[in-house]
Structures are given as C-alpha cells and as structure tokens.
C-alpha cells in the first residue's frame, strides 16, 4: 500500500514537473519569438527597397569628373534608379549604351529614363529613331524632353507646333518599347495670349498614349500650382514625379530661378499630401532632382533628400 501511494505520489510529482517544464519552453520560445520580432523591427530598411530614384543632373560635376565613383555614391545612398541627363552621339556619359547599363546593374540600381533633349524646332525622324534604338538598347523605360528653349515659348502656335512634334516622337518611342514624355518648370504655367501653355496645348493637344507628364513639384509650386488639384482635373497623366523641395513660400514666378531649391523634406512642400494623391495621379516612380545646392556638398543633399523620404516622408 505504501510503495502504490509512493508511486502515485512520484506520477503525480513527475507530472507536475513535466507541466513545469512545457510551461517554462514555451515562455522561454515566447520571449525568443517577442525578441526575434523586436529585432527585425528594430532593424534598418534597405533604402532602395523605396524604389527611388535620382536624377543624375544633380551630380553633373561629379560625373563629369568620376561616372563610376560617382554611381557608387548614389547606390550606396540607397537609391534604386537613375534617370540620366547626358546623351550625345549615340554614348551616354561618354560610355556606350551596354556598357554603362552594366555599370549601372552591378551595382544594384536600373536606368529608368533620361532626359533627352528634342528641341521644339523638330528632330528628323531618322534621329529620333536612332534616339530610341540608343534608349531601348540601355534598358530605359522613359526618354523625357527637359526642356523648351526660349525662342520656342513665344507664341501659342510655336508650343502646338512643338506638341505634334512630340506626338510624332512619342510614337516613333512607343515602337521601340519606351515611353516619350515632358519634364516641365514653371514658365509653361505663365500666361501666352491668354491662353497657359501647360493645361491649353500639353495636357490638351498631346496623346496621352504617346507623352507621358513628370511633374516637376518644385517647379510646378513655383508658379503657384497646387500638383493634387492638377492630378484630379487630369488624372491618370503623372507616372513620373520629380521630387525637389523650396525652402520658402513665394510668391507665383515663371522665370527659371534656382536659388530656392532644397532638398527633399527640408523645405516647405507637402510631399506627404502630394504623393497620397499617387493613385489619382497615376504615379509609378518618384525621382529626386536637386538643379543646386545651398551648401554646395550634393553628396550631402541627396542623401538628406533619401533619408528624409524613407524615414519620415514615405513611412
């Protein structure tokens, strides 16, 4: 009777202990687990999974000077894409077209687009082939006109002119797999014979299959512009938002003045507001754009301008 008792006694205390155990395991794989995710959480987020780009105008001097050091600056900053700003003879800063998409590649970034200037007089269709054969050839997926010379911003009839000239290159681009568009400032929003270039000949007369708009907000703010008002009244036409802030509210000017000009998150522009309105808008990708800095260290300013967006902007 005793020994029975005595063997029930040690069931009963081995199952106790055997409960003990199990508890204190899975409050012990608890903490690792509550642990493991604090660390993950804890853990810094790779900038370029943002997928943000730069624009590489910003650093002209510096690539210029070193292309490859230079791209292994931006890259390390973070940044997933580059739109370029130099093309001429069939070479993109100087390198042939796979050449410098390699470069590019290895070290973790993609060419999204370039800034390849079309003056408004009209290119032949031979070079705007050429131009798109060069593009396609470098992995593009956008070729952006940045610009519009003086003499071309007169007259209401040189900007229509301008716009069929554009249709015409953005279906020669479309045959070659890219998307032609336009990079605007802020002198398409001035008035020409009572009429605003920007909404009354670009939004109105170019095929918005062919030209796609970047929407500079910098830029557009300049000129008094609100970017969420011009996504609702033409939605669907911004898949490319350029990214530049101003350290001031100004009044509405439409010269082409860049002192202003701050990093991203730095000034006074609504970015948090701006890019809500992504899905009405149309956006696909945002690229940072700085034209020059207030302290003269680039370096220093787009790697605010990443870190302001994927820590406080975007988050």
Aim: glycine residues 8%; hydrophobic residues 40%; negative net charge.
């Amino acid at each position: 009777m005793k020994k029975s008792q005595s063997r029930r006694d040690f069931l009963r205390v081995s199952a106790a202990g055997a409960l003990g155990a199990l508890v204190l395991s899975q409050s012990g794989c608890g903490n690792k687990s509550n642990h493991a995710k604090q660390a993950a959480a804890e853990a810094p987020v790779d900038p370029k999974s943002f997928g943000l780009g730069l624009q590489l105008y910003t650093i002209r001097d510096a690539m210029a000077a070193d292309v490859p050091g230079s791209l292994k600056k931006v890259s390390d900053d973070g940044y997933k894409y580059v739109e370029l700003a130099d093309y001429a003879d069939g070479k993109f800063y100087g390198y042939a077209p796979l050449e410098f998409k390699k470069m590019v590649n290895d070290l973790g970034m993609e060419i999204l687009s370039s800034h390849t200037q079309v003056e408004g007089a009209g290119v032949t269709l031979e070079s705007a082939k050429k131009m798109a054969e060069d593009h396609a050839i470098i992995g593009a997926r956008y070729c952006i006109q940045p610009w519009i010379v003086e003499e071309m911003r007169t007259t209401i009839a040189s900007y229509q002119r301008m716009a069929a000239n554009w249709n015409q290159i953005g279906k020669i681009m479309k045959e070659a797999g890219l998307q032609f568009g336009y990079h605007n400032h802020n002198f398409e929003f001035a008035t020409v014979e009572g009429k605003v270039p920007y909404y009354d000949v670009m939004l109105a007369e170019l095929d918005k299959d062919l030209v796609i708009m970047e929407l500079d907000m910098f830029w557009a703010t300049k000129a008094g512009q609100n970017p969420v008002e011009i996504f609702k009244k033409y939605p669907g036409r911004f898949p490319l938002y350029h990214l530049k802030d101003a350290y001031t509210n100004q009044p509405p000017f439409f010269d082409v003045i860049k002192d202003d000009i701050a990093p991203v998150g730095e000034g006074v522009i609504n970015f948090r507001e701006i890019i809500a309105a992504k899905d009405i808008a149309g956006m696909k990708y945002m690229i940072v754009e700085q034209d020059q800095s207030r302290d003269g260290d680039m370096f220093a300013d787009i790697k605010k301008s990443i870190t302001n967006l994927t820590t406080k902007i975007l988050v």
